[in-house]
């Protein structure tokens, strides 16, 4: 797929609009606990995790940051609202971006004062727009958050930075609803040449949260729309990875992982096929290979059906063979089909 062209943002050794997406996450920890958000970003950290965000209320909260930033090596960014002395706070602890919405943090001798800080520190910000931090006159001109609504706010915010020469800049328009939010983004893409992070805000649990985000975000990076992303959900933050990952995996757009590809069964199956690709999928879930997968139900169709994976599996009737590119080149016992399988994904 052709990605939108993006002005590029450096974030500590990462680069926003690049080739990369980025999958981030948020520390959901009281804020005050600074030992539980260190161990929560370290876990972030391990599960995959490229940037993870984490709130500063207040003034006791910056302490998070050079205790987190000690711990871990991805990115950390300081989501502040209101509060410009936050910001800045956040600056000369050494954070590596600040999401802020510069509308709001009050007259233009206060967002000079950050836009210069971060200029000076080499530090990116991200406006971040929902449909609830809409500005009271664009929410009457547009009398709900429509995407037009959330598209002027987001701009307005980016000409505060720019009127203080601050370009470094990522923007974020997220709501609930995922068509206002598809459409949000899609406009904003054709006016202005920021990297975007995208999201579904308020997504949900688990379940209906994963839904929303991968219809929402996916439609997006299909299109080429979107550098950065978050999966919101009401949940441990480490699902919040997962999915992620899951989503540039499903769109081809991590280059170096397993894809794994599995039949929904039908009654030619003779094999506890549900209980094994749960099994593949865990075993495969951290090989660094650009492999496609196949766990298939039957041999009648399954090498046929899965032609294009580079190797699978087959079930037979208390067995399965193993093939490769659709050609079998072995059969084994029910017991023997992981470790076989996972041999043969070593050598390759």
């Known amino acids: 797929m052709q990605r939108r062209k993006v002005k590029?943002?450096?974030l500590g050794a990462l680069t926003i609009g690049g080739e990369k997406i980025t999958v981030q996450s948020m520390l959901n920890k009281p804020a005050h606990d600074i030992v539980g958000s260190v161990a929560q970003a370290v876990e972030l950290?391990?599960?995959g995790c490229e940037i993870v965000r984490a709130a500063i209320p207040d003034k006791d909260a910056v302490r998070l940051i050079g205790a987190i930033k000690k711990e871990i090596s991805i990115p950390l960014v300081a989501d502040i609202h209101f509060d410009y002395r936050l910001a800045l706070e956040a600056v000369a602890a050494g954070i590596d971006k600040i999401r802020i919405n510069p509308g709001n943090i009050g007259e233009d001798s206060r967002v000079k004062q950050v836009a210069d800080a971060c200029r000076t520190a080499g530090i990116p910000?991200?406006?971040g727009v929902n449909s609830g931090s809409l500005e009271k006159n664009i929410l009457a001109k547009y009398g709900r958050p429509t995407p037009e609504a959330l598209v002027e706010s987001a701009l307005y915010?980016?000409?505060l930075l720019n009127k203080f020469d601050f370009d470094d800049i990522v923007i974020s328009i997220?709501?609930?609803?995922?068509e206002t939010m598809i459409s949000a983004y899609e406009l904003l893409a054709q006016q202005c040449d920021y990297p975007l992070h995208l999201g579904v805000t308020e997504a949900g649990t688990d379940r209906m949260g994963l839904i929303k985000s991968s219809i929402g975000i996916g439609s997006l990076l299909v299109k080429g729309i979107g550098d950065t992303i978050r999966v919101s959900l009401t949940s441990d933050p480490i699902n919040e990875i997962a999915a992620g990952k899951d989503i540039l995996k499903a769109l081809g757009l991590c280059k170096n992982t397993v894809t794994m590809v599995s039949c929904p069964t039908c009654g030619r199956t003779r094999i506890d096929l549900i209980a094994l690709a749960n099994k593949v999928e865990q075993a495969v879930s951290g090989i660094?290979?650009?492999l496609k997968v196949a766990v298939m139900g039957c041999v009648v169709n399954g090498p046929g059906e899965a032609r294009d994976a580079d190797l699978g599996i087959?079930?037979?009737d208390g067995c399965a063979v193993l093939f490769k590119r659709g050609e079998i080149i072995r059969k084994v016992s029910e017991e023997e089909i992981l470790p076989a399988l996972l041999e043969e994904i070593d050598r390759y």
């Open 45 to 47: 950290e391990r599960a």
């Open 157 to 159: 915010h980016v000409s």
């Open 125 to 127: 910000i991200r406006i």
């Open 8 to 10: 590029q943002v450096r």
């Open 288 to 290: 660094e290979k650009p």
């Open 314 to 316: 087959a079930g037979g």
């Open 174 to 178: 997220k709501s609930s609803d995922v």
